[in-house]
Structures are given as structure tokens and as C-alpha cells.
């Protein structure tokens, strides 16, 4: 065997007390993380937040489930590990910030920390729209957060019909989308506001815990991706398919008649939808869902989606209907809309941003 030269020698004892170090520094830091976590009962987050895809939808539900368990059962300090979280879809996000943020409000004492994403997007995105803040999970900044993909989510919260808000956030796209658009995305917002000001809270949940206190309470998250908007609003109420038989029950024994007494919450979404649009007197969340539609009319390539307990619904301009049912339900309602806009980007727009409302 060769024997080494003195430089040799020194470039290994070097290499081998860098290793050492490094070693020595992860078990600090491990060391600091368990000591943290001590006391708290620990909870792993999905990888996924997102409520549209099956699998996803699944594990989030279950993992808020989870959550609500805990606090049921007296455990009062959770820390959630978030670390394995590598992606946040706009629905997903705004129903696990208002579950937890409601779940907060309503139990006070609970306490609630975390670990961060390891994907730094992710992370700056928890940290853009408050989530972090409400989880007290510390994320520095980083390159990350000037990404387009981070950086245009914009967020409110109110418990009465805000109209603010709406133009608060269009006004971030002044410029690159039509007035017209504009106008009626502001009345659709503000119509889904008004919604679920009068329609949601009208009784208990499925899963029979009310985080409302009485309150009516609801979250506004919008996102650009790739040219696509997606605005979303969010409440924690009965849900569309709950509420329908108790405002229009005179409709539900016509849909009986006609479909059985097996009506899936999907279809009974879509009838609300079609109700409101071809009645022309008030009805079941008239004006606000048909106010919706109308908006998604006005654009070439638009689409409305409403995602109410265990069903899903997708309305297109142009008139084309998706509607589909899952095994699990969300307990409350997210309405949403997409829409394209030009790929020039407002110089402006970064150095505005919005507040968070939260």
C-alpha cells in the first residue's frame, strides 16, 4: 500500500474533522428540535394540500380530522410537522388556514407550532398568505419569495360581506385584465361573500363540531399561475347540500320525485346552480350563484368550480358541467374561479402586494 504524503494526511484529518463537525451540528439541531417538541403531541402534515384530486383530498380531511381529535381528547399542545408538505394548491391551503385558524379562535388555549416545508417554495408560500404566522412556524427569508408563483398570493378574511377586499385584490391585476372581467369578478366575489354571510351558518356541521361561535365567517385566497388566476372563497358552514333542503325544501321533493331519494351532494349542487340561473324571481342563493355563472360567461376561457361536503361541481363558459362525488366530506364550501390573463406582467405588482387580513 502506497504510503501518503503529508499533504495527503492533512487534506483526510481535515475532511474527516469537517465530517465530525457537520455530524455534531445535525445532532445539535436534532437535538434542539426534539427539545422543542417536548411535551407537545406531534402530527405529520400531508404532502399535498389540496381537496380536488381523491388521494389528496383523502389525507388532508383526515389529517384536520386529527387535529380536531386532539383537542377534543384535551391535548392542548400540537406541534405539526410540515416538513414533507411539497406542494399547496389554492383550495387546499385556504380549508386547512380557516380550519385551523377557527379551531384556534374557538379553543384558545390550545397551542399550535410546526416544523417548516422543506420545500422552500412551499414554505414562502405558508409564509405569504400568514399561515405560518398562525402555526408560529419560523421560515427566513429567502430567493424563494420573489417568485411569481409565491409572491402573487394574495389573501383576506371578514365575517360580513367586504367589498374592500374584492377590490383590494383586483386591483392588483389593473392593466392586465379587461374592466369588464373586473366588474363582474368583483360582483361574483361579493355575491360568494354575501353567500356565505346568509346561507352557510344556518346550522350545525356534518361533522357536528361548530368552530363558528356564532359568527359567520369566511376566507378569500387568489393565485396566479402560468397566466390563470384563481380566486377562492371559503366557509366552514353546513355546506350547500345541508342547507338546500332547509331554504328550498319545496325543490328537494321535486328533485325526489324526479331522481329518488338518493340525491348525491354533487347533484344537489348543480340543481342549486341551475335553480338560481333559470329562476327569475329570488331563490336558493339566487343571485349570488347565478351572479357566479354570468361571471364565468363573460370570459373566453373561464371556468367556476364549487367544492360543498362530498361533492364537486365545474361549470365552464360556454356551458360545460363536470360533477363529481367523494367518499369524504369537507364540512363547508369553497367556491371558486379561474380565468386567463396576458403574460405581461404589471411592473407594479410585486411592490404592492396585500396585506394579510388574517
Given at each position: 500500500?502506497?504510503?501518503?504524503?503529508?499533504?495527503?494526511k492533512?487534506?483526510?484529518?481535515?475532511?474527516?474533522?469537517?465530517?465530525i463537525?457537520?455530524?455534531?451540528k445535525?445532532?445539535?439541531?436534532?437535538?434542539?428540535?426534539?427539545?422543542?417538541?417536548r411535551?407537545?403531541?406531534?402530527?405529520?402534515g400531508?404532502?399535498?394540500?389540496?381537496?380536488?384530486?381523491s388521494?389528496?383530498?383523502?389525507?388532508?380531511?383526515?389529517f384536520?380530522?386529527s387535529i380536531?381529535?386532539?383537542i377534543?381528547?384535551?391535548?392542548v399542545?400540537?406541534w405539526?410537522?410540515?416538513?414533507?408538505?411539497e406542494?399547496a394548491?389554492a383550495?387546499g391551503?385556504?380549508?386547512?388556514y380557516?380550519?385551523?385558524s377557527?379551531l384556534k379562535?374557538?379553543?384558545?388555549?390550545?397551542?399550535?407550532?410546526?416544523?417548516?416545508?422543506?420545500?422552500?417554495?412551499?414554505?414562502q408560500?405558508?409564509?405569504?398568505v400568514?399561515?405560518s404566522k398562525?402555526?408560529?412556524?419560523?421560515i427566513p427569508?429567502g430567493p424563494?419569495?420573489?417568485r411569481?408563483?409565491?409572491?402573487?398570493?394574495l389573501s383576506a378574511?371578514?365575517e360580513?360581506?367586504?367589498?374592500?377586499?374584492?377590490?383590494?385584490?383586483?386591483?392588483?391585476?389593473?392593466g392586465?385584465?379587461a374592466?369588464?372581467?373586473?366588474?363582474?369578478?368583483?360582483?361574483g366575489?361579493?355575491?360568494?361573500?354575501?353567500n356565505?354571510?346568509?346561507?352557510a351558518y344556518?346550522?350545525n356541521r356534518?361533522?357536528?363540531?361548530?368552530?363558528?361561535?356564532?359568527?359567520?365567517?369566511?376566507?378569500?385566497?387568489?393565485?396566479?399561475?402560468?397566466?390563470?388566476?384563481?380566486v377562492?372563497?371559503?366557509?366552514?358552514?353546513?355546506?350547500?347540500?345541508?342547507?338546500?333542503?332547509?331554504?328550498?325544501?319545496n325543490?328537494?321533493?321535486?328533485?325526489?320525485?324526479?331522481?329518488?331519494k338518493?340525491?348525491t351532494?354533487?347533484?344537489?349542487?348543480?340543481e342549486?346552480?341551475?335553480?338560481?340561473v333559470?329562476?327569475?324571481?329570488?331563490?336558493?342563493?339566487?343571485?349570488?350563484?347565478?351572479?357566479?355563472?354570468k361571471?364565468?360567461?363573460?370570459?373566453?376561457?373561464?371556468e367556476?368550480?364549487?367544492?360543498s361536503?362530498?361533492g364537486?361541481y365545474?361549470?365552464?363558459?360556454?356551458?360545460?358541467?363536470?360533477?363529481?362525488?367523494?367518499?369524504?366530506?369537507?364540512?363547508?364550501t369553497?367556491?371558486g374561479w379561474?380565468?386567463?390573463?396576458?403574460?405581461?406582467?404589471?411592473?407594479d405588482?410585486?411592490?404592492?402586494?396585500?396585506?394579510?387580513a388574517?
Open positions: 500500500m502506497k504510503k501518503l504524503s503529508p499533504r495527503q492533512k487534506h483526510l484529518l481535515k475532511k474527516s474533522n469537517d465530517t463537525a457537520l455530524r455534531t445535525r445532532n445539535a439541531y436534532a437535538n434542539r428540535e426534539r427539545s422543542k417538541k411535551g407537545y403531541f406531534i402530527l405529520t400531508p404532502e399535498h394540500l389540496s381537496l380536488v384530486k388521494e389528496p383530498r383523502k389525507k388532508l380531511i383526515s384536520v380530522k380536531r381529535r386532539l377534543r381528547n384535551g391535548k399542545n400540537i405539526i410537522d410540515f416538513s414533507h408538505t406542494k394548491i383550495d391551503m385556504i380549508y386547512l380557516a380550519e385551523i377557527q379562535k374557538r379553543f384558545p388555549n390550545i397551542e399550535i407550532r410546526s416544523t417548516a416545508p422543506r420545500d422552500k417554495v412551499v414554505a408560500v405558508f409564509k405569504k400568514g399561515f398562525l402555526i408560529k412556524c419560523r427569508r424563494e419569495e420573489k411569481k408563483d409565491v409572491y402573487s398570493w378574511y371578514g360580513n360581506v367586504n367589498g374592500e377586499n374584492c377590490g383590494n385584490i383586483l386591483s392588483r391585476y389593473e392586465r385584465i374592466r369588464s372581467l373586473s366588474i363582474e369578478l368583483y360582483k366575489m361579493s355575491e360568494a361573500m354575501t356565505a354571510n346568509q346561507h344556518i346550522g356534518r361533522d357536528g363540531f361548530d368552530i363558528s361561535m356564532g359568527k359567520k365567517p369566511w376566507w378569500l385566497f387568489s393565485q396566479e399561475v402560468d397566466g390563470e388566476l384563481t377562492v372563497l371559503c366557509d366552514l358552514g353546513v355546506g350547500i347540500p345541508d342547507s338546500l333542503p332547509k331554504t328550498k325544501p325543490l328537494i321533493e321535486a328533485l325526489i320525485n324526479m331522481f329518488g338518493k340525491l351532494d354533487s347533484k344537489l349542487i348543480q342549486a346552480v341551475v335553480d338560481s333559470t329562476r327569475t324571481h329570488k331563490s336558493y342563493r339566487g343571485k349570488g350563484l347565478r351572479q357566479i355563472v361571471t364565468v360567461d363573460s370570459c373566453d376561457q373561464g367556476m368550480f364549487i367544492l361536503n362530498c364537486g365545474r361549470y365552464r363558459s360556454g356551458g360545460e358541467i363536470d360533477t363529481i362525488d367523494y367518499p369524504n366530506s369537507m364540512s363547508g369553497i367556491v379561474r380565468v386567463s390573463l396576458p403574460e405581461q406582467m404589471d411592473l405588482f410585486q411592490e404592492k402586494g396585500l396585506e394579510c388574517y
